[in-house]
């Protein structure tokens, strides 16, 4: 592929009117393809692509007016857009409109609503709709609690490859969470995911290692796990790898100040969800007290 003879194709295509075209440039001007990265002039040409009924460009106009990427941060707005565009079909719309009324950004709050478009999106394979399903019916959101049904909703997504849902698996597997316990199973699912990137298995497999769940305690394989994750810029990743050099570093000195870095297996928390929103969750089913981060996040289905 060349960039440049891509933008040129574009850029014509889109003064001839072409919806499609526009979002594309947009694309191009928004990841820096081709052109010099530009979010502003990347939003004026997805709001041209969605004035101009292209799906692709409502949705990724909604994207950037949630996020204030380009463009000054409206949430009403910006869920106007995804609403627009989901009413038209388009899979990843449904999904982060769903999160809209998860959250009550841009909407009223509304959890029974949340699930509905997550639904019509799972049911058009959107993965992360999926793994949020399975977290609504996990955590009972929006939806009676069940823990089988939550793994239902893993699996639904891990048939089609969905990381986040072979990492949501290994924590069912792991507390025997609407299936079987099984700790060799938990540790694999965490493998799988990790393979392919997944931040979330990745803190997950340090905590196997440091407990020694499915596997032999083994201090220095968390902390290389832990490594990875923060190196991929997880928070979760930095903070446990921070705790285990504290932890070291407190065998050492004695101090009267409290500290956090003696950890309990049996309040251990795992981090379950989309990646992009982990949730940290822990044995214990406290679902009152277990709160969701929500955010939105450019999906594979907007590129291109």
């Known amino acids: 592929m060349d960039p440049d003879k891509a933008v040129s194709w574009f850029k014509r295509a889109s003064d001839l009117g072409s919806a499609d075209a526009m979002c594309s440039l947009g ?14 002039l990347a939003v004026r040409y997805f709001k041209k692509s969605a004035q101009s009924g292209s799906v692709r460009g409502m949705f990724n106009l909604g994207f950037c007016l949630y996020q204030g990427s380009g463009v000054r941060k409206d949430y009403e707005q910006a869920a106007s857009w995804l609403m627009r565009a989901a009413d038209l079909g388009h899979p990843a719309s449904m999904y982060h409109l769903g999160m809209c009324f998860h959250t009550g950004n841009g909407v009223l709050f509304d959890q029974m609503e949340a699930v509905s478009w997550f639904r019509k999106a799972a049911a058009q394979d959107n993965v992360s709709a999926m793994v949020t399903l399975g977290m609504c019916f996990y955590q009972g959101q929006g939806v009676v609690q069940s823990l089988t049904r939550a793994v239902e909703w893993f699996r639904k997504a891990i048939d089609l490859g969905a990381s986040d849902g072979m990492n949501a698996l290994g924590v069912c597997l792991l507390w025997g969470k609407g299936v079987g316990e099984d700790l060799q199973g938990a540790l694999e699912e965490f493998e799988k995911a990790a393979e392919l990137g997944n931040v979330l298995a990745m803190v997950n497999l340090g905590h196997c290692h440091y407990w020694g769940f499915g596997a032999d305690k083994n201090p220095n394989a968390a902390v290389e796990w832990y490594s990875k994750a923060a190196d991929l810029g997880s928070v979760y990743g930095m903070y446990y790898l921070g705790n285990c050099h504290g932890e070291t570093l407190g065998a050492r000195k004695r101090s009267e100040l409290s500290s956090q870095w003696s950890r309990n297996p049996e309040e251990q928390e795992m981090l379950m969800g989309p990646s992009m929103s982990p949730v940290p969750i822990s044995k214990k089913l406290g679902m009152e007290s277990e709160k969701k981060s929500l955010a939105l996040q450019l999906p594979k289905e907007a590129e291109g």
């Not at 694309?27 to 502003?40: K, S």
Request: glycine share 14%.
């Open 27 to 40: 694309l191009c001007h928004f990841q820096g393809i081709g052109v010099e990265r530009d979010l502003i």
